[in-house]
């Protein structure tokens, strides 16, 4: 998702990039729905960690500043292409030093936390100052829109903001695009888990509210709206 507005091509593109796994959910509603149009997959250039010049050896696994690892081609002329599940030493030798394993834990780490994700963690949609933030994830992102038009068209300033990427959460970013508005999470499941995930990594402000309900049946942009107004008439904050 770092360059790439399509979520398969962006998760693709992460993993090149952070040589890591990358993670896509799907829910049953999208991959049964219908839909017409819609963006097409950007091309995704390759990633290629080229090796440091120098006479030096080739270190597979150097701790480095970005926590990005030099890594070679298959085939790759006078280099080694390494790629196992063994913990190692810079070089790419098993170790079980706890030095080594500290040290490259910190590195994976700091690599994930200050990669630069780009504009595309989230699609948002909305006037920065409204007073209201519909915040939701995968296939409830459609009627959450829908009920954000309905809200808008009734008056009430409204900020839809669907997570496209959920770990590393980008917290910062997240807290500055709900601003001051009331937050209302819009999810479709029994047990309320993006509500409970954003609160447990202190990404909610105070008094952000849930709306979850388990399938079969979708959710509806009536209902949402509904559950909006009701939200906003109970501080007495609607417009």
Sequence with gaps: ????????AGAGQLAGQLQTAAIGLADQARGQARRVGGPAPAAVAPVHHAAPAGDGPFRR?????DGISPMSVPGETGLAYTADGLEHDPAGAPS???ADHKAQL??????????DYGPDWAQITGAADAKLCLLTFG????AVV???GRLSAAGLAVRTLALRLLAPLQQEALLAAIGRARVLVVEQNHGAQLYHYLHAEQALP????????????????????AAAAALMDSDGDSQ
Excluded at 61 to 65: E, N, R
Excluded at 139 to 142: K, M, S
């Design 96 to 98: 079980s030093r706890a």
């Design 146 to 148: 829908e009920a954000a």
């Design 1 to 8: 998702m770092a360059a790439c507005g399509h979520p398969v």
């Design 106 to 115: 910190d590195k994976r780490r700091r690599k994930l936390l200050t990669h």
């Design 206 to 225: 105070a008094g952000a509210h849930s709306l979850a309900k388990p399938g079969p049946l979708p959710l509806r942009p009536g209902e949402i709206a």
């Design 139 to 142: 296939a409830c992102r459609g």
């Design 61 to 65: 696994y150097a701790v480095t500043a």
